[in-house]
């Protein structure tokens, strides 16, 4: 149904094939893994349904406790706080500013041989679905107990995929949990999920 939604009753023939079951979970989302008909594997991020009605939800549940909280404390105006949260997770809501960012990540480090992020396929993605390219690797985690070299590299192309956009850009990947990273067989690492 939430596919259906996005690409329309025929979204299915858009697709070679499309795994039901999630392949990942997103944090306000799943990723299923497809396969284009160009035969290229691709990472279809779906929102869960009615996340921006759960999200205003709490987000109005909030703004009850932070009126209680400065009832006590007034040395901290709780609004700022509020709208500042409202505003960064009504952002991770909206997939095709996610598609903007990716791109332009993408553009940023398309010089890094070490850093890789995934392609936008725009044909296949909505405000609420974000199909990309999908990139082998394993969890970062995998590779705490590997030689010192491959750990060296690993760290050097982490390094570099937040010093590029710094220093140079003057960027900074609000979101370095470590589920966003993933590792190829050379050491090379995937920079995930921007929104």
């Given at each position: 149904?939430?596919?259906?939604?996005?690409?329309?009753?025929?979204?299915?023939?858009?697709?070679?094939?499309?795994?039901?079951?999630?392949?990942?979970?997103?944090?306000?989302?799943?990723?299923?893994?497809?396969?284009?008909?160009?035969?290229?594997?691709?990472?279809?991020?779906?929102?869960?349904?009615?996340?921006?009605?759960?999200?205003?939800?709490?987000?109005?549940?909030?703004?009850?406790?932070?009126?209680?909280?400065?009832?006590?404390?007034?040395?901290?105006?709780?609004?700022?706080?509020?709208?500042?949260?409202?505003?960064?997770?009504?952002?991770?809501?909206?997939?095709?500013?996610e598609a903007k960012?990716?791109?332009?990540?993408?553009?940023?480090?398309?010089?890094?041989?070490?850093?890789?992020?995934?392609?936008?396929?725009?044909?296949?993605?909505?405000?609420?679905?974000?199909?990309?390219?999908?990139?082998?690797?394993?969890?970062?985690?995998?590779?705490?107990?590997?030689?010192?070299e491959a750990r060296?590299?690993?760290?050097?192309?982490?390094?570099?995929?937040?010093?590029?956009?710094?220093?140079?850009?003057?960027?900074?990947?609000?979101?370095?949990?470590?589920?966003?990273?993933?590792?190829?067989?050379?050491?090379?690492?995937?920079?995930?999920?921007f929104g």
């Amino acid at each position: 149904r939430r596919m259906k939604t996005e690409l329309g009753p025929e979204w299915q023939s858009k697709f070679q094939s499309f795994e039901k079951e999630a392949a990942a979970a997103a944090s306000l989302g799943q990723v299923h893994k497809a396969l284009a008909k160009n035969s290229q594997l691709l990472a279809c991020k779906l929102q869960y349904p009615d996340m921006r009605s759960a999200i205003d939800t709490d987000l109005q549940q909030l703004k009850i406790i932070f009126g209680i909280y400065e009832r006590y404390d007034k040395s901290i105006k709780t609004s700022n706080i509020h709208t500042e949260l409202s505003e960064r997770l009504h952002e991770e809501l909206d997939y095709d500013l996610e598609a903007k960012r990716t791109k332009l990540y993408a553009s940023i480090l398309k010089d890094e041989p070490g850093v890789h992020v995934p392609k936008v396929v725009d044909a296949l993605s909505t405000d609420r679905l974000l199909t990309t390219t999908w990139l082998d690797g394993e969890p970062i985690l995998s590779f705490k107990d590997a030689p010192i070299e491959a750990r060296n590299q690993i760290a050097m192309n982490m390094f570099r995929a937040w010093y590029v956009p710094l220093y140079y850009y003057g960027m900074v990947h609000g979101d370095p949990h470590l589920g966003n990273y993933t590792v190829r067989s050379d050491y090379s690492i995937n920079l995930l999920d921007f929104g």
